[in-house]
């Protein structure tokens, strides 16, 4: 900026090219001086500026003038369509909401998300206007009310049906932290590809729209997270349908999975899962089928490390509980490992105290 005003040429390239160079902006001066050098570029810059991410770790306070600058430029940002707010902790909600109504009004607005930097962050909400994100950050984001470490969360606000996927684009930049994270899909799997790309994700949930009834191609998604998280993803689950063979194909390459909780559509998606041989839990729902005895036991043959498995609404034979037994006595020592914990749906057969050693049956009620 400084140059400009010197170089008469140089000011002239600068503004035939800022709208280029600036569509996309940081603010992130934690301290006074930087932070009035950015509000000196952003008054000349503000019309142009499309994505934008705000840190407001600040280590000044700037909750009088500072932020009535800050809020005198944000109201010009007539091209703005996406906010990433990097909030604080204690961060007073009536600067909070200082923004967020600020932004509500700008004509080409997008999406909205809010972000603490902690180790974990387990939800990600969607709000569809502002007045029920506001509600709801005013009585969870008060460190005495939960505690952050464990309970942080990511707000986004859509307006106009918008598409979540640039939104989460923004965020996956700064999201360095995130090990844990639960979602609730609103639009179609694809459009959460990014997430894939959360470089230290160990735990993600993933659960249907109430609202929804059919199913959305999970496909594009399982093979990002496959792609991208194959070794170090330990708990996927899928609360949500559509996990066909192709998508459990996808999950099965995911080799540092221990704990799998998923919908399946048909049975022969077992027959994929059995590469997971690092499994410690694995959860089952499946439709009325066919018996699914032997799938069950290449299940048991394959995944030694098993210590729970559960079946819902499972199909199957007579004699599963006795071949099951016999082949836990081939692959695993009771001396090392604890009994294998079946929850089944049904009711189950009592078991005689040789094979307890083995396997522990539990009817689910």
């Known amino acids: 900026m400084s140059f400009t005003r010197v170089c008469t040429r140089f000011r002239n390239v600068w503004l035939n090219y800022r709208k280029y160079i600036y569509s996309r902006l940081e603010l992130g001066e ?52 996406r906010v990433l707010l990097w909030i604080k902790d204690n961060e007073s909600h009536k600067t909070y909401e200082c923004i967020l109504r600020a932004l509500e ?97 160990r735990e993600l949930h993933i659960f249907a729209n109430r609202q929804q009834h059919d199913c959305c191609p999970l496909l594009p998604l399982l093979a990002a997270i496959q792609c991208k998280l194959s070794q170090q993803l330990h708990t996927l689950t899928i609360n949500a349908p559509g996990v066909g063979y192709p998508e459990a194909c996808e999950i099965a390459r995911i080799s540092s999975l221990q704990r799998l909780d998923c919908h399946l559509t048909e049975p022969l998606c077992l027959q994929a899962l059995i590469a997971l041989n690092q499994l410690t839990d694995f959860f089952i729902q499946l439709p009325e089928c066919s018996p699914i005895d032997d799938l069950v036991l290449d299940i048991l043959k394959h995944c030694q490390k098993l210590n729970v498995l559960r079946i819902d609404l499972p199909n199957l034979g007579s004699n599963f509980l006795a071949e099951a037994y016999q082949l836990l006595q081939q692959v695993r020592d009771p001396t090392k490992q604890k009994p294998l914990i079946l929850m089944l749906g049904i009711n189950c057969t009592k078991l005689d105290k040789n094979m307890n050693c083995y396997l522990k049956v539990i009817r689910q009620e």
């Open 105 to 201: 009004q700008l004509p080409r607005i997008k999406g909205i998300a809010t972000y603490q930097d902690n180790n974990v962050v387990d939800s990600l909400y969607q709000f569809n206007d502002c007045e029920s994100l506001l509600r709801e950050s005013a009585h969870s984001r008060d460190p005495l009310m939960e505690f952050i470490e464990n309970h942080t969360k990511i707000r986004v606000l859509l307006f106009n049906n918008a598409s979540i996927r640039p939104t989460l684009e923004d965020l996956v930049r700064h999201s360095t932290c995130v090990k844990e994270l639960t979602f609730r899909m609103t639009q179609k799997a694809a459009e959460y590809v990014p997430l894939a790309e959360l470089p230290e994700l």
């Open 30 to 81: 934690t301290n006074a001086e930087g932070f009035q050098q950015e509000m000196i570029l952003l008054r000349q810059i503000s019309e142009h500026v499309k994505h934008i991410t705000i840190n407001m770790n600040r280590n000044f306070d700037w909750s009088g003038v500072p932020l009535a600058q800050f809020m005198t430029n944000l109201r010009k940002m007539s091209a703005l369509e």
